[in-house]
């Protein structure tokens, strides 16, 4: 009887030396934009880059749905081992033991659509230029994500709402996916004497009472989609 080759081992998220994840990174930017794709960097990085200086183990990137296929092939090719772990909103590439998530549907049904697009912004990352989600979609998809294995979302958010400019008719506009959530944490950041004008608390309220949303948040996210990190 063959022997069965042994399974590959899982994709799973580790610690390694600093000089090791941005080579990764290096290399996750040269195989997307190789493939001419449009993604943003968003999670970890984009937390840091905007908002408080803090670790992060994993890569996470967002893309159009139509293009995460096109983004994990990419990804192969450039060396990757990968997944189509979740084909509703998640694949994964790996290298040297650091994870690349590519998001395609984010918590609460957000979405890599143009407005996020043009609200983007290129930032200083460990002496490099990335492309990141602006502090308004930032935000939102922290409080969308935030659930209990993920305190830290909230506290990225605030570090955020501390350190950027927000926009905050913007904000609450794109707040339609989930008010209720936005506000709490907006309420929170009142609390630590975060600079939230009272119109952003008051117009969320109207929304989150009037019923006017599109996919408000009463769980822990959207089939469970807490990997933003």
Not at 6 to 16: D, G, M, Q, S, Y
Not at 137 to 143: E, G, N, P, R
């Amino acid at each position: 009887m063959a022997d069965v080759p042994a399974a590959p081992p899982p994709i799973e998220k580790r610690l390694v030396p600093e000089e090791l994840y941005l080579e990764v990174l290096d290399r996750t930017m040269e195989a997307l934009d190789g493939a001419d794709l449009t993604y943003l960097f968003v999670g970890g990085i984009a937390s840091a880059a905007l908002g408080r200086p803090r670790l992060s183990i994993d890569i996470d990137v967002i893309v159009r749905p139509h293009d995460a296929v096109q983004a994990l092939e990419a990804l192969g090719e450039a060396g990757f081992r990968t997944e189509e772990y979740d084909p509703a909103w998640l694949f994964k590439g790996e290298r040297d033991g650091v994870v690349v998530d590519v998001i395609f549907v984010s918590s609460g049904g957000v979405y890599l659509d143009q407005e996020m697009q043009e609200r983007s912004r290129v930032v200083e990352f460990a002496g490099r230029n990335l492309r990141v989600a602006g502090p308004e979609d930032t935000i939102l998809m922290k409080a969308l994500a935030h659930s209990e294995p993920t305190p830290r979302y909230w506290f990225d958010a605030l570090g955020i709402i501390g350190r950027s400019q927000i926009d905050w008719d913007y904000l609450v506009r794109r707040a339609r996916l989930g008010p209720r959530r936005l506000l709490s944490l907006l309420f929170y950041a009142t609390s630590k004497d975060l600079p939230v004008p009272e119109g952003a608390i008051e117009e969320l309220y109207r929304l989150a009472m009037s019923g006017d949303v599109v996919g408000d948040q009463a769980g822990d996210g959207e089939d469970g989609h807490d990997v933003e990190g």
